[in-house]
């Protein structure tokens, strides 16, 4: 192979192009994608992203998702995920997109805007999975579960690194609301929460979650997970807790592997 050659290879990647996949995470806010080295869990170049359309529609999002792959001159395997509950590739739940996804068979949808195999899975299950692969030891022992705080609260449920997949329990009654009206890193922005304040919260529902499930950590995720010594300091629960080392790279990591692997929930 020539010197330009590789330059091309390395500049319009194909389902050949060894060790790499494409991620895409949607979120509440934004949709990102990038090219992942499935060997280190990096990125392979920048990542693109794009503001999540308002209202976020099955076809508005799609549409999201086919410019982020085509501006990446990408047409190998591509992995998506969701924040929504995917059981064989229906979409059964949308606590931060739009209700009309409720019922999408995401393959039947994204198959008319992709033309290259991908998979579609939970947010927060891709991150958690991501975590496993590249991450801290302690997500790869015993019974752990990785929470995601950003627009809502995504969880996974790993046991020795085996997923139980669609746990959602951001969604479970804390007090008087859902965990993820009260703790989420949105509602710490919108309500202009001061650190301790907001921390206060997260200790509450980690607490009722240590209660439930007795996990042997929580490992936290999302981008607020960068300033996890500021804020971690604040939790007073027994069940060590720590910060995910993948931060806010981890849905499009976990997509990437799905998508290498065709992961189908």
Avoid at 40 to 47: A, I, K
Avoid at 84 to 89: N, S
Avoid at 94 to 106: E, P, Q, R, Y
Avoid at 167 to 179: D, Q, R
Wanted: proline fraction near 5%; hydrophobic fraction near 40%; aromatic fraction near 6%.
């Amino acid at each position: 192979m020539t010197a330009q050659e590789s330059q091309q290879q390395d500049t319009n990647p194909s389902p050949q192009h060894h060790g790499h996949a494409f991620g895409i995470d949607v979120g509440g806010s934004g949709i990102k994608g990038a090219v992942v080295d499935l060997a280190t869990g990096e990125f392979v170049g920048d990542r693109l992203k794009i503001a999540t359309p308002q209202p976020a529609t099955p076809d508005a999002v799609a549409t999201v998702i086919a410019q982020i792959v085509a501006e990446k001159n990408w047409d190998g395997p591509v992995g998506i995920t969701m924040p929504a509950v995917v059981k064989e590739q229906i979409i059964r739940s949308a606590a931060n997109i739009d209700k009309s996804w409720i019922g999408v068979d995401a393959q039947d949808l994204l198959g008319k805007y992709l033309d290259a195999p991908f998979t579609v899975l939970n947010d927060a299950d891709a991150a958690g999975l991501a975590e496993v692969a590249y991450g801290d030891d302690v997500a790869r022992s015993g019974p752990v579960i990785f929470l995601t705080l950003g627009t809502g609260i995504g969880s996974a449920f790993l046991l020795d690194g085996q997923l139980f997949p669609n746990t959602e329990i951001g969604h479970l009654i804390v007090g008087e609301k859902e965990a993820e009206h009260q703790a989420s890193s949105a509602v710490k922005d919108r309500e202009g929460l001061k650190t301790k304040q907001w921390a206060k919260r997260v200790n509450r529902v980690l607490h009722e979650y240590e209660a439930l499930f007795n996990p042997s950590a929580f490992v936290i995720g999302g981008g607020i997970s960068r300033k996890f010594d500021k804020w971690g300091e604040h939790l007073s629960i027994e069940t060590p807790v720590v910060a995910a080392q993948l931060r806010n790279r981890a849905g499009i990591v976990g997509a990437a592997m799905a998508a290498k692997e065709g992961i189908r929930p």
